[in-house]
């Protein structure tokens, strides 16, 4: 259990808290796993796609494809931006990005209008809660002892509904939520679904990250229960489903300071070879121990630090001096009362932050939210001390918001050889957005249309790797009327096995 959350708890709902009763996430959840078989695993089938569809071949090894006539924003420094402009694939990888490429017998896809750049990188994401999304739209972490706050994310996501999670419930949810990123130009993402009640629940979410086909980092975080077999699985899951090093599938391990025995899953997670993430959150009372963990030099470039919110300048010195990397959510961390994001903080330490959509419970996980909250925070700090007469930061600019969303959390996640900008020799993770949309012409400048203006309606085409998993505008290769049937009946069970009343005007 969160020995760290339920002493927040405590404190914050001092004067109202019962000590008398309730039950916890393994009386819950030994309860539930009885519950019966529901929505089946498995690949969904292609729907049929009407109109035309992409080039024949697409993605496929040897196959040639010309990116032509778009507003080619790289975000490498070395190749450059291009107006107009072409990338011309091969396979899965970048072969050239330019002006004019010659590109011999290639297909060719009609780019114009259309800004053409790298994929977006999320590097945090609650997927399994998809089912749940918007109900806690106006929650925060925990009970503070307010009425309005008794639905809360640590009471009510967690300690109810996440327990009753079958793993056909952790799939749908998974799999749905990838798509619906994919529609929005996300082509990475570091799932952190602390769902993992058995072996089971961990194979389904990879089974479903692996049927939605884009490029994710499967982070192996804690279950609950009497059938939970973290941290030690990770042996049987790194042998299983990630012993190769070139699919699009890789893995994390968490390492939750807050939970009791956190030690062996780091310990295990070195020995492994894998990047160690965690959340980092001030509202649970971290910093004494993040600040232990720092000075005992436990640090180092494998840590991904998720928030670092209320951390003191200590443990900020420590994380930087290790190389490790901060992801941020900057809309979640205002809303819930994670506390203040640390974007200055961390630029103050010279450290560049990726961007992280979190939970759909209570906010959307476009990066068109991400980049923008994210840009105007920093942005609202540094011009009040200009107008204060005070010295201030150097503002944030839209291309800096695309560099956190694309190569910072291409490199958090140890991606950047093969992803996060359009560089040649890397694979083709990118997306063609819609600049001549209502809502975005007349183009008058690049990055500041992606960050100020757009939205996923203008997500036009996505491709992962040279395949394209979007093409003007349509998702293909799922039956999305059948998938979000069974989500809701995925919805539906779970708010009837966690006994919590749904109220669609509450």
């Not at 996300?186 to 769902?195: A, K």
């Not at 959390?409 to 050889?417: E, F, M, N, V």
Request: aromatic share 6%; glycine share 10%; net charge negative.
């Amino acid at each position: 259990m969160c020995k760290l959350c339920d002493e927040a708890a405590a404190r914050a709902a001092a004067a109202t808290d019962d000590e008398s009763g309730g039950s916890t996430r393994r009386d819950v959840l030994k309860t539930s796993v009885a519950a019966g078989a529901g929505l089946a695993l498995g690949a969904v089938p292609a729907a049929a796609q009407e109109g035309e569809g992409p080039p024949d071949g697409i993605g496929t090894p040897g196959r040639r494809v010309l990116i032509k006539g778009g507003y080619v924003l790289s975000m490498d420094a070395e190749v450059g931006d291009f107006a107009p402009g072409d990338v011309l694939i091969e396979g899965e990888r970048i072969l050239a990005v330019g002006r004019d490429l010659d590109a011999g017998e290639a297909a060719t896809i009609d780019a114009a209008g259309m800004i053409v750049m790298p994929g977006f990188v999320d590097t945090h994401h609650h997927q399994f809660e998809t089912a749940l999304r918007s109900f806690l739209a106006d929650g925060i972490l925990i009970d503070d002892g307010r009425p309005e706050n008794a639905i809360n994310y640590y009471d009510t996501i967690l300690q109810k509904l996440s327990v009753v999670y079958r793993p056909e419930d952790v799939y749908v949810s998974e799999l749905y939520g990838s798509l619906s990123q994919i529609d929005a130009g996300v082509t990475t993402v570091m799932d952190v679904s602390q769902i993992h009640h058995s072996p089971q629940h961990s194979d389904a979410a990879i089974e479903a990250l692996r049927d939605a086909g884009r490029r994710a980092v499967f982070g192996y975080f804690e279950g609950w229960g009497e059938r939970a077999r973290y941290p030690q699985d990770a042996r049987r899951i790194r042998e299983r489903w990630f012993s190769g090093e070139d699919g699009l599938l890789t893995m994390v391990m968490g390492g939750e300071i807050y939970i009791p025995g956190y030690e062996a899953a780091w310990a295990l997670g070195r020995e492994l070879g894998l990047p160690i993430a965690l959340h980092v959150v001030g509202t649970f009372g971290m910093a004494p121990t993040f600040d232990e963990l720092g000075a005992s030099g436990l640090f180092r470039d494998d840590n991904i630090f998720i928030h670092m919110t209320g951390m003191s300048d200590a443990g900020w010195r420590y994380a930087a001096d290790a190389g490790a990397h901060v992801s941020l959510a900057v809309p979640i961390e205002m809303q819930m009362r994670h506390g203040m994001p640390p974007i200055q903080k961390a630029l103050d330490f010279g450290m560049q932050p990726s961007l992280s959509t979190d939970v759909e419970c209570t906010m959307t996980a476009d990066m068109f939210t991400q980049m923008r909250s994210t840009m105007t925070l920093q942005r609202m700090f540094a011009n009040e001390k200009a107008l204060a007469g005070e010295e201030y930061p150097r503002l944030l600019t839209s291309r800096d918001a695309i560099r956190f969303a694309t190569l910072e959390g291409a490199r958090g996640l140890k991606l950047d050889r093969r992803t996060g900008t359009l560089t040649p020799g890397k694979e083709a993770d990118i997306v063609l957005l819609d600049a001549r949309a209502i809502n975005v012409a007349p183009l008058n400048h690049v990055p500041g249309a992606v960050v100020t203006l757009m939205e996923r309606s203008n997500v036009d085409t996505v491709m992962v790797a040279g395949r394209v998993l979007k093409w003007r505008g349509r998702l293909l290769g799922h039956d999305l009327a059948g998938l979000r049937s069974r989500l809701e009946a995925s919805r539906d069970f779970l708010f009837e096995a966690a006994e919590v009343p749904r109220d669609l005007f509450r």
